[in-house]
């Protein structure tokens, strides 16, 4: 059985409400825009994914990048997990991403973690985007248990949790 009804169809633009952004799927062909937004904020982003992903390296190369899109593209092809990138207006920028994952955890039937590019941090995208995620996904999504990892749950609560069959 999947984690999703045979007749899901995924969202493909959502805009974020009082931005001039928007987030879509990401694809491998967003490395150019991905790997500089991911690596310029590292160390941040290694302190939320690092002990639960193993992600991202200190050492990720541009093509460990590609080959992570390309995955992921062909997860969301696939319906086996999601990720939207955070984008301008022209697609120019990746400013975050947004996960949608099946459990790997007991106790949801969705799990979903976001960020934003340091640069954001604490400001109106942020803000945004945090507000725009969970009406998202009671809106769009078929979850009636979303949980999301470090906001109604830390990572470490997390991590202790049981693992889902």
């Given at each position: 059985?999947?984690?999703?009804?045979?007749?899901f169809v995924?969202?493909?633009?959502v805009?974020?409400?009082?931005?001039?952004?928007?987030?879509?799927?990401?694809?491998?062909?967003?490395?150019a825009?991905?790997?500089p937004a991911?690596m310029?904020?590292?160390?941040?982003?290694?302190?939320?994914?690092?002990?639960?992903?193993?992600?991202?390296?200190?050492?990720?190369?541009?093509?460990?990048?590609?080959?992570?899109?390309?995955?992921?593209?062909?997860?969301?092809?696939?319906h086996?997990?999601?990720n939207?990138a955070l984008?301008?207006?022209?697609?120019?920028?990746?400013?975050?991403?947004?996960?949608?994952?099946?459990?790997?955890?007991?106790?949801?039937d969705?799990?979903?973690?976001?960020w934003?590019v340091?640069?954001l941090?604490?400001?109106e995208?942020?803000?945004?985007?945090?507000?725009?995620?969970?009406?998202?996904?009671?809106?769009?999504?078929?979850?009636?248990?979303p949980r999301?990892?470090?906001?109604d749950?830390?990572?470490?609560d997390?991590?202790a949790?049981?693992r889902?069959s």
């Amino acid at each position: 059985m999947s984690w999703l009804p045979d007749d899901f169809v995924h969202p493909v633009y959502v805009p974020v409400p009082n931005t001039a952004l928007h987030l879509r799927p990401i694809r491998e062909a967003d490395t150019a825009i991905d790997y500089p937004a991911v690596m310029g904020s590292r160390g941040r982003l290694w302190e939320i994914f690092g002990p639960a992903w193993g992600w991202p390296k200190e050492t990720m190369t541009y093509e460990e990048d590609r080959i992570d899109l390309l995955r992921h593209e062909k997860e969301i092809a696939a319906h086996q997990s999601f990720n939207y990138a955070l984008l301008d207006e022209k697609e120019t920028k990746i400013l975050g991403c947004v996960y949608i994952d099946p459990p790997e955890r007991t106790g949801s039937d969705g799990e979903v973690s976001w960020w934003v590019v340091d640069d954001l941090v604490g400001g109106e995208v942020e803000r945004a985007l945090d507000a725009l995620v969970p009406q998202w996904i009671a809106a769009d999504w078929p979850f009636q248990q979303p949980r999301y990892l470090g906001r109604d749950i830390t990572w470490q609560d997390w991590l202790a949790l049981p693992r889902a069959s």
